[in-house]
Structure formats: structure tokens, C-alpha cells
């Protein structure tokens, strides 16, 4: 089992930052791909990030390429993701999730992640 706990979420205005975190314990950590999704009133959950184990590759869903970078600390079991211009689009209930996916072109798929954070409120104003 793994736990996820993500923090960092917030108000802040367009063009403005927040940097989100997660927490995770239980599994080795270190060997699991990581992933911060989204989910919009209305709308599905949808991929925002992904990282894998080693911190080398990485995946942006277009939306967020330029603006946001996902980046982990195996160490400190901890993965982060630093989201830069704001737009309200980007406002969404964001989760942190993980993945025992060994195959790098699986990560943005939603059900390929066993476990999930409860999700962070991130509110973008205009």
C-alpha cells in the first residue's frame, strides 16, 4: 500500500504561482511512477504530469508545457509540481497519484495509477 498526501494548493491570481507537494509513504516509493492529475467541476479527472521513477523522463499534458514542471525527491518521498503562469482554466481539484507501471508510454493513463492523495483545491482568479 501507499500513502499520498498533497499540500500547497491555494487562491492566487492569473499569471501568478504555487507550488504543489506530496507526501507519500508506504511501498518503496522510489520504484513507482509518479502523477499529478485534475479534475474540473463537470469535467473528468485528466492528466497533468507524469514522472518516472528516477526523475528522467517526463510527461506534460499540452495544456501546462512551459508553465508547469514535475520533479520528485526519492530521498524525502516527496514529488512536487511548480505551476507557473496561472491561467483559470487551471483551477481543478489536483491529485497526486502513483503507479506500478513499468511500461514509460502507460503514465498518462488515469487507470494505470493504483493510488491517489484526497486532492488539493487549487483556484486560479482572473
Known amino acids: 500500500q501507499v500513502q499520498l498526501v498533497e499540500s500547497g494548493g491555494g487562491l492566487v491570481q492569473a499569471g501568478g504561482s504555487l507550488r504543489l507537494s506530496c507526501a507519500a509513504s508506504g511501498r518503496t516509493y522510489s520504484s513507482l511512477t509518479m502523477g499529478w492529475f485534475r479534475q474540473a467541476p463537470g469535467k473528468e479527472r485528466e492528466v497533468v504530469a507524469a514522472i518516472n521513477w528516477s526523475g528522467v523522463r517526463t510527461y506534460y499534458t499540452d495544456s501546462v508545457k512551459g508553465r508547469f514542471t514535475i520533479s520528485r525527491d526519492n530521498a524525502k518521498n516527496t514529488v512536487s509540481l511548480q505551476m507557473n503562469s496561472l491561467k483559470p482554466e487551471d483551477t481543478a481539484v489536483y491529485y497526486c497519484?502513483?503507479?506500478?507501471?513499468?511500461?514509460?508510454?502507460?503514465?498518462?493513463?488515469?487507470?494505470?495509477?493504483?493510488?491517489w492523495g484526497q486532492g488539493t483545491q487549487v483556484t486560479v482568479s482572473s
Open positions: 497519484a502513483a503507479s506500478a507501471i513499468t511500461d514509460w508510454d502507460r503514465a498518462p493513463e488515469r487507470r494505470r495509477y493504483n493510488y
